[in-house]
């Protein structure tokens, strides 16, 4: 399984992104897909991930902000970022958890300017 992101950037405090992942390969065999996080001097954590059958969860920190979305059969996932904050600054990878197996896309920046 490939993984490809997009939509990462420069964005000041309170304002909004969206990233976007397209899997390629046995996109039919996916159980999770998802988006994890890595701030400088902090391991990568996972942020919001979707299973197959539509559950969705959050690390608390971007309850209410953040929205996981997406079709897992097709091997799309999103994630809308709203009231982004300086804190929320960091390398972006979408994930997907398929036939027992991580894979990992190559990562995007997002930078919240206060």
């Known amino acids: 399984v490939q993984l490809q992101a997009s939509g990462g950037g420069l964005v000041q405090a309170g304002g909004s992104l969206r990233l976007s992942c397209a899997a390629s390969?046995?996109?039919?065999?996916?159980?999770?897909m998802g988006w994890y996080r890595q701030r400088p001097e902090n391991q990568r954590e996972p942020v919001a991930l979707?299973?197959?059958?539509?559950?969705?969860t959050y690390v608390d920190s971007v309850k209410g902000r953040f929205t996981i979305s997406g079709d897992s059969a097709k091997g799309t996932v999103y994630l809308q970022m709203n009231r982004l904050k300086p804190g929320d600054s960091a390398v972006y990878y979408c994930?997907?958890?398929?036939?027992?197996?991580?894979?990992w896309g190559q990562g995007t920046q997002v930078t919240v300017s206060s």
């Open positions: 994930y997907t958890y398929t036939l027992g197996r991580a894979y």
């Open positions: 390969g046995s996109t039919s065999s996916i159980n999770i």
């Open positions: 979707m299973s197959n059958l539509g559950s969705t």
